[in-house]
Nanobody, 123 residues
Framework: QVQLVESGGGLVQAGGSLRLSCATS????????VAWFRQAPGKAREFVAT????????YYVESVKGRFTISRDNAKNTVYLQIYSLKPEDTAVYYC????????????????WGQGTQVTVSS
């Protein structure tokens, strides 16, 4: 079983940047896919981006392409989500999740979740 812990959220002004981290533990991620989802107040959880640990393939929801970058650090067993040009509509709790299916754009594709980190963007 994989454990995931997110960090790096906070309050940022529109136009700013943040880097979210997802530290993993519990087992090696050789065959895993790690994704970021987000959930804004009153809205359903939304897929954001995913990365295939073995081949480092990445996939993004169309609405974040060009502003979000997902990456991984093998040595640290950590996945990052770099967010540029933050917008108020990016305000949400951001979750990372691990599963075995690429690109895995549905919540059901993942069986391990972190507790989330809050990102708030002020206008």
């Amino acid at each position: 079983q994989v454990q995931l812990v997110e960090s790096g959220g906070g309050l940022v002004q529109a136009g700013g940047s943040l880097r979210l981290s997802c530290a993993t533990s519990g087992r090696t991620l050789g065959s895993y896919v790690v994704a970021w989802f987000r959930q804004a107040p009153g809205k359903a959880r939304e897929f954001v981006a995913t990365i295939d640990w073995r081949y480092s393939r990445s996939y993004y929801v169309e609405s974040v392409k060009g502003r979000f970058t997902i990456s991984r650090d093998n040595a640290k067993n950590t996945v990052y989500l770099q967010i540029y040009s933050l917008k108020p509509e990016d305000t949400a709790v951001y979750y990372c999740a691990a599963g075995g299916r690429y690109p895995g754009i549905g919540s059901g594709d993942y069986d391990a979740w972190g507790q989330g980190t809050q990102v708030t963007v002020s206008s």
